[in-house]
């Protein structure tokens, strides 16, 4: 368990004026303004902190672009003057229940990193956080494209098998990392796993069956990637919410009500490793049911002893006994079709990268109904399917 001191009591970090920095010089007879602050201005309605490109986020750092939007807030891409390298900067909208958020994942961030003596965590790594004009501001080191950007930039062309088996191998470790360390992420998804390098190399391919136009396809010219995003993480010991991650990657468990812990950050690494190699999210929807059926039809009927224990919530959408309300249920004939348009897991895995992989075989083991049946990420790295040459 962690001791975490009162917000009001925590030590800044940094200020509007930092002590390594002056923010006025002489010259000649004028006093001049160094890197100084821009005039205060109101937020937005939102609560998002207001900003132009070239001005200062307190006079050490510069804001240079607009990399990212998020309920939490918005991250800046930033010119650190002390340390001279780009950075990144989650800068938290004003409200209490954000800059709540913030605190307990820079706890998070401190503690992932105090741990990493040697740097295998694969977690992004904290540089500094301050609180500038009641906005929580974390900086970080500036990494490459989500894998989900990436992904977007590819018209969603698949990943080579090759480099799922990277990136699945070190999104496994730094799994493994928090959970030793009895953190539960709770919000894995590609648009929280980050590419170190920006950098790609160009290549013919992922031909489209529409077109005999020549197709496209990058690669990263390095496999090498970091977590992000530990707003959602939970404590094992901590009070859990009753609904964690982000829908598509949503364990059963967490649908149903019936509680979660380490497990359903194993489910959502399964969801993601079959987003890598198909380039489309296994469960696209945006409604419980739907989901449920979209499950059934991947990976067969849900376990009646889960069922049985589903919350009052979860009830109305079976009938009596453990069968799924469906397609009686279904909200419009649209949902049917995309339940019905959804393959087996075995036949899927065969599609795209062949019967005789063991990915299917991870992916049956990730990817159990019952959390206390599925893999640890411990025992997922030791499968048949990341030694496989």
């Given at each position: 368990m962690i001791d975490r001191e009162p917000t009001r009591k925590r030590r800044r970090l940094a200020w509007?004026?930092?002590?390594?920095?002056?923010?006025?010089?002489?010259?000649?007879?004028?006093?001049?303004?160094?890197?100084?602050?821009?005039?205060?201005?109101e937020d937005d309605r939102e609560g998002h902190y207001v900003f132009s490109f070239g001005e200062n986020l307190t006079p050490r750092y510069k804001i240079l672009n607009k990399m990212g939007e998020g309920t939490f807030g918005r991250v800046l891409e930033c010119w650190d003057r002390q340390t001279r390298e780009y950075v990144a900067i989650k800068v938290i909208r004003s409200i209490h229940k954000y800059r709540e958020a913030a605190m307990i994942e820079i706890d998070v961030l401190q503690h992932l990193a105090k741990n990493d003596g040697g740097g295998g965590s694969r977690c992004v790594q904290v540089r500094n956080?301050?609180?500038?004009?009641?906005?929580?501001?974390?900086?970080?080191?500036?990494?490459?494209?989500?894998?989900?950007?990436?992904?977007?930039?590819n018209k969603y062309?698949?990943?080579?098998?090759?480099?799922?088996?990277?990136?699945?191998?070190?999104?496994?470790?730094?799994?493994?990392?928090?959970?030793?360390?009895?953190?539960?992420?709770?919000?894995?998804?590609?648009?929280?796993?980050?590419?170190?390098?920006?950098?790609?190399?160009?290549?013919?391919?992922?031909?489209?069956?529409?077109?005999?136009?020549?197709?496209f396809r990058c690669l990263p010219k390095s496999s090498a990637i970091k977590l992000i995003d530990f707003g959602s993480t939970a404590f094992d010991n901590q009070k859990h919410s009753s609904t964690v991650s982000t829908r598509?990657?949503?364990?059963?468990?967490?649908?149903?009500?019936?509680?979660?812990?380490?497990?359903?950050?194993?489910?959502?690494?399964?969801?993601?490793?079959?987003?890598?190699?198909?380039?489309?999210?296994?469960?696209?929807?945006?409604?419980?049911?739907?989901?449920?059926?979209?499950?059934?039809?991947?990976?067969?009927?849900?376990?009646?002893?889960?069922v049985q224990k589903a919350n009052r919530g979860a009830e109305k959408y079976f009938r009596r006994g453990s069968r799924l309300n469906w397609?009686?249920?279904?909200?419009?004939?649209?949902?049917?079709?995309?339940?019905?348009?959804?393959?087996?897991?075995?036949?899927?895995?065969?599609?795209?990268?062949?019967?005789?992989?063991?990915?299917?075989?991870?992916l049956h083991g990730l990817l159990k109904f019952d959390p206390s049946d599925r893999l640890t990420a411990r025992q997922a790295l030791d499968h048949p399917f990341f030694r496989s040459p």
């Open positions: 509007d004026v930092p002590p390594y920095e002056q923010p006025e010089a002489e010259v000649g007879n004028q006093v001049v303004r160094r890197h100084a602050s821009p005039p205060r201005r956080w301050f609180d500038y004009r009641n906005h929580i501001c974390i900086v970080f080191e500036k990494l490459g494209p989500s894998l989900f950007d990436f992904l977007k930039r062309c698949p990943f080579p098998v090759d480099l799922v088996r990277e990136f699945g191998r070190q999104l496994l470790e730094s799994v493994a990392y928090m959970h030793d360390l009895r953190l539960i992420h709770t919000d894995l998804k590609p648009e929280n796993i980050l590419l170190v390098s920006s950098e790609y190399v160009k290549l013919p391919g992922c031909k489209r069956m529409s077109s005999d136009e020549t197709h598509h990657y949503r364990a059963p468990e967490v649908v149903l009500g019936l509680g979660w812990t380490y497990p359903c950050d194993l489910w959502s690494v399964g969801c993601i490793l079959v987003e890598l190699f198909s380039g489309e999210a296994l469960f696209q929807t945006h409604e419980n049911l739907e989901h449920l059926a979209m499950m059934e039809r991947v990976l067969g009927p849900l376990p009646e002893h889960m397609p009686e249920g279904a909200i419009s004939r649209e949902s049917i079709r995309a339940v019905n348009k959804l393959d087996r897991l075995k036949n899927l895995v065969s599609q795209h990268v062949g019967s005789r992989s063991p990915l299917f075989d991870l």
